[in-house]
């Protein structure tokens, strides 16, 4: 249907998310009855735990029912504050802190708040798909920074220096990270800040998956760095990925003061708080602290065996080749040795063995799937035994 003028410049502009494209195709195979392995899926395949649940019903029979202030219950505010001293040793106030509907708003502020139209953004690819997205809407210009395998999926600082020009306003990083699972070490961090303060930009650092780390990694904080890059970056994090919690939408950031002051601003006039009752399961997700740490380990221990389950079971497969990262639930394998555009790949494994993957090039990288490991071990042996026959009549 068409409609009576054109529709605006950001409407026509913006791309639907490949990855909630491809998790619904699979879903609706699945519902039709056909035996779908699912590695699409951005979420844990755990519920959210009782405690956090129980928490928001009280909350909702006792009559938490109205508006709250747009950043964020204080309570929460407070309990986020908090735990970035606990965790990180940052010193953080509760008004620099701003609960949004979700960690994807989160970061939609941040670039709305620091970005104007003529900005540049610097986003190392694969991205998760939605930052050039968000870049675009603010007016300003995404500019992606190739990090393949060989670089272990990591954005060097001669390359973020080689990117920068006088319109750069903002760099965009995102460890543990979506797609890859990789994850940066303190010094490498440190250096990609260093040069960001160099060269006087913001950093959007996308903490989301901080909590879910292998191998006796530790997260690293952006803004512990120094005040200087402190008082430069936004660090968003949220409750989706940790605590399943995706369907909940809480987001949560921590920024300078005026920067949060600003996003609060902004968040007022496009969303107002989140649901004030749902405010209340997250606070018992920071309060309840046994509970959430008992919970939050069960889903690591799950995480880890499969992460190194579809690791091994993907190399064993002749012409994929795939790193170990240390975070988040997703595998980048390479599957460049078949010669096929990865989107056909994925297009194709879905036909022929009803297996669900996303491409690469859907996070600006061509010749890799993501491999969500969210799902049962099960799940990832058939899947992979499929993938194995696929590719095997790719060689011939
Ligand atoms: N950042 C990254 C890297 C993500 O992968 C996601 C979700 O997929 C988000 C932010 C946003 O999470 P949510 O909006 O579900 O809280």
Redesign the pocket.
């Known amino acids: 249907m068409s409609t009576p003028y054109p529709l605006s410049v950001w409407a026509r502009n913006v791309s639907p998310s490949p990855t909630l494209a491809i998790d619904a195709k699979a879903k609706a195979l699945a519902a039709a009855g056909e035996d779908v392995c699912g590695f699409a899926a ?1 979420e844990p395949d755990f519920d959210t735990p009782e405690h956090i649940k129980e928490a928001c019903i009280v909350a909702l029979k006792g009559g938490k029912t109205k508006y709250a202030p747009t950043p964020g219950i204080e309570p929460l505010r407070q309990a986020i504050a908090e735990r970035y001293g606990v965790e990180y040793g940052l010193k953080v106030v509760p008004a620099q802190v701003v609960v949004s509907p ?4 989160s ?1 939609h502020l941040a670039v709305m708040a620091t970005c104007s139209p003529g900005d540049e953004v610097i986003i190392p690819a694969p991205y ?1 798909v ?1 930052y050039p997205e968000m870049v675009k809407l603010a007016g300003a210009t995404p500019k992606f920074v190739a990090c393949d395998d060989r670089a272990g999926f990591k954005l060097t600082p001669a390359q973020l220096e080689a990117a920068i020009t006088p319109k750069t306003r903002l760099v965009i990083l ?1 460890s543990p ?2 797609p890859t699972g990789a994850v940066y070490t303190r010094a490498e961090l440190q250096a990609l800040a260093a040069v960001a303060l160099k060269h006087n930009l913001y950093i959007l650092s ?1 903490e ?2 901080e909590h879910l780390v292998y191998d006796g990694v530790t997260p690293t904080c952006i803004a512990t760095f120094s005040p200087e890059i402190e008082a430069r970056t936004i660090v ?1 994090a ?4 940790t605590y399943a919690m ?1 369907g909940w ?3 949560t950031l921590v920024a300078p003061l005026p920067i949060a002051k600003a996003i609060a601003e902004i968040q007022s006039q496009m969303s107002s708080n989140v649901t004030t009752f749902a405010q209340y399961g997250a606070l018992a997700a920071l309060k309840e602290k046994e509970k959430t740490a008992a919970a939050l380990k069960e889903m690591l221990v799950a995480f880890d065996r499969r992460r190194k389950l579809l690791h091994a079971e993907l190399n064993k497969i002749p012409g994929v080749s795939c790193l170990l990262a240390e975070g988040a639930f997703y595998l980048f394998p390479n599957i460049s040795s078949f010669g096929l555009k990865d989107a056909d790949f994925c297009a194709k494994l879905l036909e022929a063995e009803k297996v669900a993957a996303v491409p690469g090039s859907a996070f600006g990288l061509e010749g890799y799937l993501r491999l969500s490991y969210a799902t049962s071990d099960a799940i990832i042996l058939k899947g992979v035994e499929r993938l194995a026959r696929f590719c095997a009549t790719l060689k011939k």
């Open positions: 951005g979700g960690g994807k708003f970061c998760w939605s995102n990270s979506n996308d989301m998956y968003v949220g409750f989706s990925k995706t939408r809480i987001g």
